[in-house]
Structures are given as structure tokens and as C-alpha cells.
């Protein structure tokens, strides 16, 4: 079955509507996701949006607190469009209906969070700022924009040229076939690849295993940053304890209510995220039990209705003061290289939201970035598509030749255990060694014929893909940088300042940029 459009998007969550909404007034949109509309990490999200709205804050500060969070391994360029567009998007949306929560004079409420200098944090519904974001955004969009949910992207489709024009997709009703000008990849991130994880069991990282096999560039893949406070209940995680919960007074003790954080950081329970996860690893390494002590926050069910039901649910009783934690996978930096219009290295095909890498998280994300980065890159990309026009004219498909039988695979809950032991919050060369000599190889993963499989076949291999990504970057980057840390290498290293590890064609090279600059025009322009 054949679906012909304008735009094809990949992924439905706050960078995918946010460019529809845009492109749906010029152009014919379909939208695919492999699940329901409300089943993306932005939809989840309880954390707010960072944004500059008051007047004793100033962007320059925001932009500060970014690159400090990310240890520097930034695109510093697109920080600033982050930073600065943002604001100025997040600025309309309050004057244009967004119900953020405000105090009685109508001033929003801000919230701070870790690694955050002032308070900047809106936030909705308490807790449940991406739910009512979606919503939102949903409701704007017209029905003339097709979603088409339930459905598998599992191959990119290049034509003669290389350029992207469209994607297979496996579902209910077997396999579609999609063409299209331009083609989007929102499809979001992978903490799913980990045995404990804030995210939807849908994160797979689909879109970077689709993006590695049509021959994009990949980098940043050692970089997955784990959340210190996901609710631990039965020796499992069960969803996520917002860090607005530690702005709000929340603290991290011990079982005999002992801080955790006091004299590690100088911003205590707020330092950023890869170090609060290490902490709580090691203390749960040495068999203690973590909690977040929320004795002094009042309201604390009207402030957080989403966290305080998650906890009724799992029969955690609040009036006890302690919420048991431990930490667990929650968004990957890296990503399918994308310049700040989300042009990837193949022609047509944009990539944005967490599957993108643009620099702008660095080696750590900067808590409640992630929906900014949404909102920011995915109105860029539209503008600049519209201005594109759809001009494709070869729609006569290249005919790749896909050889090799499937590899030999781990189980889906094997490979997420391996990853939690041997990638996950810390790292040493003989498990990463060990551990990637039993995942199969780049070059079978890329040359596997995907013909015949079925959707959990499909999805269990691009699994492995990224996981095969993630443990070479891991075992490359020698060094301890933000949530990369390494027993065996544990500082910082100056060699490794501004280095990028990035896969494209099958090969593996070490960069000293996140792009390749054309250098004989007056302005430099990103060229692939």
C-alpha cells in the first residue's frame, strides 16, 4: 500500500506537532508513530519547560547553565538558538492561551531544578506539563494533518540520488509504504534499551537504527543520561519523581534519613543529574536504599498529583515522608546529526527532538531542556522546509542490497539487563570490552535484510543496533565527561575537549567538530 504526501513525520510527540502545526497551513502532512499519540516521553514528561520569563533572569544565564551541565561538549551556536529562540517561542505561547500554572496576580509560577541558577521552570498541571502541552497542541491541530498511529517505521527509502523520500512501516495492516518530499524523524529516544528506565517500553531508539542504516551520521551515542529518582517499588522502577520535587525541598537520604548529596556538590541535591545518579549508584552499590525525603514540603498532593498518585498506586504512603528512589535511563544526548534546521546527512531526511544531536545537551542535559529543544527545533525545521518548497522529483527508489541473515540477538529483557551492567551509570573497558564482543557486528547490523521479520523482531534488532552504537562510542571516549563516567578513566581528559565520536556509512571516526564546515564562502556554512 502506497501513501503519497508532502511531509512525512516520524514520531508524534512535542517536536513533531509542534512542526506540523506549522507545515500543515502550506503543505499535506502524515504523521507515523509506533504507538498511541499519548504514549511519548513528551507526553510523560512531569518536569516543565526552561524558558527566560522574568526579569532577574537573563538569558546569558540560561545559556551558562547549559554548557556547565554539559561540560562543555556543546555546538555552542545552537545552544544560543535553544536558549534565545526559545524564549521568545515560550514568551507567545503565554500570551497566546498555554495554561501554565500561575500565581493569583497571573504571574507564571517558576520552579527550579537541578543545575538551574534561578527559577525558570514553568510548569502545568502541577506535574503534568507534557501531558497538557500534547493536549494542547493536539487540539490546534486540524484533521486534515493524518495520524497514523500503531504502525512500525523500519526503513528509510532513498531514491537514485541518496536523497530520503520516504519510509517503510509495518502494522496492523501490514506493511505501508510511504513517499514523500521531506521526511521527519521525531521518534524520540532509548532508555528503553535499559532494564530501569523513566521511559515508555516503546523508546527504542528506532529512528537512530533507521537513520545508521540509510547511512546518516550518528554521534554522541556514550552519552545516555540517567535520573537519579525513579520510584523503586518490588526491585523495580516504576515511573519517574520529577526533580521539580527536589526544587520544591525534596532532599536525598539514606534509610536512616542521613543526606546523601550534603558535601558532594556544591549545589547539593540539585547538582546536576549525572552526578546525583552516581551518588545514589554507589550508595545502592553498597546495598543501602535510597529515598527522597519530602517531609518539608507542604500541598505536596496539590503541587504534584501525578507523582502522589504514581505513589498511592504503588502503595507508597506519602505521610511517611520518604519516597523510596534509585536511578534509571532517561534521555540520550546523541543522536542522528542534525544541523539547527534538523537537515541530517542525507538530503530530505530532518531529524529532531531527543532522536536529533545538535550539540545542544552536551554530555549532560540541562534538566527541562529537552521540551524547549522540542518546541524550538521543530518550529525552525518547518520554517525552513516551507521555504524549501517540494521540489523532489525522483521518486525511483535505490535498491540497497540487504544480504545478511539476522544476527544471533539477545531476548528484549537480556539486552536491557546487559545494558544496565555493562552501559550503565558507570563503565569500565573489560565490561564494555566483554560486552560488545557477544552484541553482533556494526557491519552485519547494517547489511541485515529486515524482509519477512515481525514488529517485535523488527524492534528488538533496531535495539541492538543502538546498542551496539552506545557500547563502541562507550569504549572510544576514554575518559569520565558528564553522564559518561569510567572506573578505569576517571577524570576528564583535555584530549578529548570537543571531540566527537560519530558513525556514518558504517565507519566509526573521532572528529575534533559536530560538523564539517565549508570554509571557501565568506560565512562558514554546515555542509554535510
Request: glycine letters at 8%; a neutral charge; charged letters at 20%.
Amino acid at each position: 500500500m502506497d501513501v503519497k504526501t508532502d511531509v512525512l513525520i516520524i514520531g508524534s510527540g512535542i517536536a513533531a506537532l509542534q512542526a506540523a502545526l506549522l507545515l500543515e497551513e502550506h503543505y499535506q502532512i502524515q504523521i507515523v508513530t509506533k504507538s498511541s499519540v499519548y504514549m511519548s516521553s513528551s507526553y510523560r514528561a512531569q518536569g516543565g519547560i526552561a524558558a527566560v520569563t522574568s526579569k532577574e533572569d537573563h538569558i546569558k544565564h540560561h545559556i551558562a547553565d547549559t554548557l556547565k551541565a554539559g561540560e562543555y561538549h556543546h555546538e555552542k551556536r545552537n545552544v544560543e538558538t535553544l536558549i534565545e529562540d526559545g524564549t521568545k517561542i515560550m514568551q507567545n505561547y503565554l500570551k497566546t492561551g498555554l495554561p501554565i500554572d500561575r500565581h493569583l496576580d497571573g504571574k507564571p509560577v517558576l520552579g527550579l531544578e537541578g543545575a538551574h541558577s534561578h527559577h525558570r521552570i514553568l510548569h502545568a498541571g502541577g506535574d503534568r506539563t507534557g501531558q497538557i502541552f500534547i493536549d494542547y497542541l493536539l487540539h490546534k491541530l486540524s484533521p486534515k494533518t493524518k495520524v497514523n498511529s500503531y504502525e512500525m517505521a523500519y526503513e528509510l527509502l532513498l531514491n537514485t540520488d541518496g536523497d530520503c523520500i520516504g519510509v517503510l512501516t509495518k502494522g496492523e495492516k501490514g506493511i505501508k509504504r510511504y513517499l514523500a518530499h521531506h521526511v521527519i524523524l521525531a521518534t524520540g529516544g532509548a532508555g528503553a534499551l535499559y532494564s530501569s528506565t523513566s521511559n515508555y517500553p516503546n523508546n527504542t531508539g528506532d529512528g537512530i537504527a533507521l537513520a545508521f542504516r540509510a547511512g546518516a551520521a550518528i554521534s554522541d551515542m556514550e552519552f545516555m543520561q540517567f535520573h537519579p529518582s525513579l520510584l523503586w517499588c518490588e526491585n523495580k522502577a516504576k515511573g519517574l519523581i520529577s526533580e521539580a520535587v527536589r526544587g520544591a525541598g525534596g532532599t536525598f537520604v539514606d534509610a536512616q534519613c542521613k543526606p546523601i548529596m550534603k558535601g558532594l556538590h556544591p549545589q547539593g541535591d540539585l547538582a546536576p543529574r549525572h552526578i546525583t545518579a552516581h551518588a545514589l549508584f554507589t550508595k545502592r552499590a553498597a546495598g543501602e536504599e535510597t529515598f527522597i525525603d519530602i517531609a518539608t514540603i507542604q500541598n505536596f498532593d496539590a503541587k504534584f498529583p501525578a507523582i502522589a498518585q504514581l505513589c498511592y498506586d504503588n502503595q507508597v504512603h506519602l505521610q511517611d515522608g520518604l519516597i523510596p528512589v534509585a536511578p534509571g535511563s532517561h534521555f540520550l544526548m546523541g543522536g542522528v546529526i542534525a544541523d539547527d534546521n534538523g537537515r541530517t546527512t542525507i538530503p530530505n531526511l530532518y531529524a529532531v527532538g531527543e532522536v536529533a544531536c545538535t550539540g545542544v545537551h552536551g554530555a549532560n542535559r540541562l534538566a527541562s531542556n529537552s521540551l524547549l529543544e522540542g518546541i524550538t527545533f521543530g518550529q525552525k525545521m518547518a520554517y525552513f522546509i516551507i521555504q524549501q518548497g517540494c521540489h523532489q522529483k525522483n521518486f525511483f527508489l535505490d535498491q540497497p542490497q540487504y544480504a545478511d541473515k539476522k544476527p544471533p540477538l539477545f531476548s528484549k529483557q537480556q539486552l536491557q539487563q546487559r545494558m544496565m551492567q555493562f552501559v550503565g551509570i558507570v563503565r569500565n573497558i573489560d565490561d564494555l570490552q566483554y560486552f560488545v564482543q557477544q552484541l553482533p557486528s556494526l557491519q552485519s547490523l547494517l547489511h541485515t535484510n529486515l524482509e519477512g521479520m515481525e514488529q517485535a523482531e523488527l524492534e528488538l534488532f533496531m535495539m541492538h543496533v543502538v546498542a551496539t552504537l552506545m557500547t563502541h562510542a562507550a569504549i572510544i571516549r576514554t575518559e569520565t565527561r558528564g553522564a559518561h563516567i569510567r572506573t578505569d578513566k576517571s577524570e576528564m581528559d583535555a584530549q578529548w575537549a570537543s571531540r566527537w565520536i560519530i558513525f556514518s556509512q558504517g565507519q566509526l571516526k573521532v572528529r575534533n567538530s559536530l560538523y564539517e564546515y565549508h570554509q571557501t564562502r565568506g560565512n562558514a556554512q554546515t555542509v554535510f
